[in-house]
């Protein structure tokens, strides 16, 4: 069975929701289209977090930055809409969002969203 990207976040319930510990997961395989040019942008994306009641599921999570490949978003639009996407079905104690895009045109960005 071939993997599809998909926008489907799952969860599975935190082994040890009665401690604060921190996550970090990290990947380089974000990519999104530039709604101006319509040329490929590239990103590393890390997503850190203190769980509540759930953990992200892994596989979700990469076929979810997955689904990214083929959209027309802006940098800042990306971030903020991950972030928001994984507080909604996570609810966690705090939550930071971070992508390092690739230089295009001589600049670096990096985009930052936390919450609370």
């Known amino acids: 069975m071939l993997s599809q ?5 799952v969860t599975v319930p935190n082994p040890e929701k009665g401690r604060d510990y921190e996550i970090l997961c990290e990947t380089d395989e974000l990519t999104c289209i530039c709604p101006v040019t319509g040329q490929p942008d590239f990103a590393t994306v890390r997503i850190t977090y203190v769980p509540d009641e759930f953990l992200v599921e892994l596989k979700s999570l990469k076929m979810y930055i997955w689904s990214y490949r083929n ?4 940098h800042e639009a990306v971030t903020n ?3 928001d996407d994984l507080v909604r079905v996570l609810s966690p104690r705090r939550m930071t969002v ?3 895009w690739k230089v295009r045109g001589g600049v670096l960005t990096t985009v930052t969203a936390s919450h609370p």
Request: proline share 7%; charged share 25%.
């Open 98 to 100: 971070e992508t390092v």
């Open 71 to 74: 959209e027309g978003a802006f």
């Open 81 to 83: 809409t991950i972030l």
């Open 5 to 9: 990207p998909s926008k489907e976040l």
